[in-house]
């Protein structure tokens, strides 16, 4: 059975700023207490894009950066752009950009349609890896999709895919935000949400565990102990990824069940 190695970590959620300072409430050590997210500002972005970018581009840019920085094949002194720039990547969300759509949604309602030409083009799904490339020059694959509750999985999938065929280090990142009002009355998010995975395909001595993917049928996805975390599990489809996160955290060996939207999966996961 082929493996992936999970080299670094990116965290960014209520009460989970970073994954080196959440560790310790996804292993089980401290409760989780969902507190307000910090401020997100795409430090790695150019002025010009700064300015434009939105809260979905910032929160999956923001984990994104921290896998890369953190990981330790790369030499922490380099400029950050340079830690992205050879990774390929795979973005994943549920709805993409919902402030910017519910944005051009309501242009359209006017009597001009003044649809802004920047929400335009930041309306595709892509847009987050794209604004990765910009940051970081990387020009390798990248792929972008949604399995709707099923994101995180199917992302895991598409990564993990790409990185056996090319045996390459693959970038996972899943993201998805509180839709805006009067979308969020028919599909309910209650908090951000993103984590980035830096996958490598080839064993290695010095990532957080090894992967192992088993496809299967009629099992119920993996719930939480600590009520607060499965709230949060429940109620964001890229926290999907939490009963995965908190088995990396214990380092011990485990199994955890991906069950969302049609994808299904068991994820052995063994320690380093």
């Not at 402030?99 to 335009?120: G, N, Y």
């Not at 987050?128 to 972008?144: H, L, N, Q, R």
């Not at 964001?236 to 996160?245: K, Y």
């Not at 969302?260 to 052995?268: D, K």
Request: aromatic share 6%; glycine share 6%; charged share 20%.
């Amino acid at each position: 059975m082929k493996s992936l190695a999970v080299e670094s970590v990116g965290l960014v959620a209520p009460g989970l700023t970073g994954w080196a300072a959440s560790r310790e409430v996804l292993a089980g050590w401290r409760p989780y207490r969902p507190e307000p997210l910090p401020a997100l500002s795409a430090a790695l972005l150019p002025a010009n894009e700064r300015r434009r970018v939105t809260a979905t581009i910032k929160l999956a840019l923001q984990a994104a950066q921290e896998a890369m920085t953190q990981a330790p094949v790369f030499n922490p002194d380099r400029a950050p752009g340079a830690r992205g720039e050879a990774v390929r990547t795979v973005f994943a969300s549920s709805g993409g950009d919902s402030e910017v759509l519910d944005k051009i949604c309501t242009a359209l309602t006017q009597p001009d349609r003044p649809v802004s030409p920047v929400h335009f083009h930041q309306s595709v799904h892509n847009t987050p890896s794209g604004y990765w490339s910009i940051a970081t020059g990387c020009t390798e694959p990248s792929s972008s999709l949604s399995a709707y509750d099923g994101s995180f999985g199917g992302g895991l999938l598409e990564a993990a895919a790409l990185a056996w065929a090319e045996a390459a280090r693959v970038l996972l990142v899943a993201y998805d935000l509180p839709l805006p009002f009067p979308l969020s009355g028919r599909r309910a998010i209650v908090a951000p949400f993103a984590v980035a995975l830096l996958l490598n395909p080839a064993s290695t001595r010095r990532g957080l565990a090894t992967l192992r993917l088993t496809p299967v049928a009629d099992q119920a996805a993996d719930r939480l102990e600590d009520a607060a975390l499965e709230t949060l599990r429940a109620a964001n489809p890229a926290a999907r990824a939490l009963p995965l996160l908190c088995a990396i955290a214990r380092q011990a060996t485990g199994s955890v069940v991906l069950a969302e939207s049609g994808v299904r999966l068991r994820v052995e996961v063994e320690p380093g």
